[in-house]
């Protein structure tokens, strides 16, 4: 028989979607919403394989609904905090997950956002529509430059690398980072400098760009003692996950203040609720999760994602493996 694969959703790619229809019988959910909870328990049962995003959480319930039979779950992300890694790793799951392809997208992205919050580029377009734009002022919708700024990186994996070769262009004074993991070659080929701790880079930092994994550890890691630290002048970007950071600390601190905007591509939750207070800042830019959305970026996650599932069903080596 051919393994049985169940699909989260049917707007993945057609290059994922049609790799595993060659090979096995797939079974997709056809909306353009994320599953839901009690679908997606009913239709893992039995399945042999489970191709999924950030939006579904793998844990032990759905495990234990899927039943021994499976063998492996992929996820089209780079992040794999929504997978029990730990459980599946009990129960000889194997995980496949897509790093590496989106890193340039989602450096493209997080250069774009800090610009647009830097420059208010949202806040002077909608100026332009409401009619608040009456004649030239020299000091209206002004912001930051990069040149000769300080840039902080949280992190500083392969997205954090390509986001400061992109920023050398634009001449900033430094770039600082702070990771557990020294990286002497590729902190000298863009001139970074490594802090010795968090506090120092906060404190020094002009733009501070959260580019870290969601761990147990980095969970907050921008909170409120953190962002007392920062620069008033300061501005903050996340486009690692939500939980990085501490939503209603940044609330404060933007309200009140005590750092001049932030800009944020992930949230807690997501989608952002309508009534978050977030919504009524200006010093805010906010984006719906699309550091990768990139057209040839997506198609080829979905590629990677049915890959993995394939080679973990035959017992060969997957192309991005937990």
């Not at 890193?103 to 002077?124: F, M, N, Q, S």
Request: aromatic share 4%; glycine share 8%.
């Amino acid at each position: 028989m051919r393994p049985q694969v169940y699909v989260t959703r049917s707007d993945y790619g057609a290059a994922g979607l049609e790799l595993l229809q060659e090979e096995c019988d797939v079974t997709c959910w056809k909306q353009a919403s994320p599953v839901p909870r009690d679908e997606l328990l009913k239709n893992v049962c039995g399945k042999d394989g489970i191709f999924c995003a950030l939006t579904e959480k793998i844990d032990v319930e759905l495990l234990d609904q899927a039943g021994p039979n499976l063998k492996v779950v992929a996820t089209i992300s780079v992040g794999y905090d929504h997978i029990d890694v730990a459980e599946c790793r009990k129960r000889g799951i194997r995980m496949g997950y897509t790093p590496d392809v989106l890193t340039d997208a989602t450096a493209e992205l997080t250069v774009a956002l800090l610009l647009a919050t830097g420059r208010r580029l949202l806040e002077a377009s909608r100026e332009v529509y409401n009619g608040g734009w009456q004649s030239w002022s020299p000091g209206w919708m002004c912001g930051p430059g990069v040149k000769d700024s300080v840039v902080g990186l949280v992190g500083f994996g392969r997205i954090a690398q390509e986001v400061a070769r992109r920023l050398v262009p634009f001449k900033p004074a430094t770039i600082l980072y702070h990771s557990r993991s020294n990286h002497p070659y590729e902190a000298e080929q863009v001139g970074a400098e490594k802090t010795s701790s968090l506090d120092d880079l906060l404190m020094r930092s002009d733009y501070v760009i959260v580019l870290c994994a969601l761990t147990p550890q980095t969970h907050h890691i921008i909170d409120a003692a953190a962002l007392d630290k920062m620069k008033s002048t300061a501005i903050l970007i996340n486009t690692s996950r939500g939980g990085c950071v501490d939503q209603e600390a940044l609330y404060d601190a933007l309200e009140m203040g005590r750092i001049r905007a932030a800009g944020l591509d992930v949230t807690t939750p997501e989608p952002l609720p309508l009534d978050s207070p977030l919504l009524k800042l200006k010093n805010v830019v906010l984006l719906p999760h699309i550091g990768s959305a990139d057209i040839n970026t997506r198609m080829e996650m979905s590629r990677i994602t049915a890959c993995n599932i394939l080679a973990g069903l035959k017992g060969i080596k997957m192309i991005s493996e937990l």
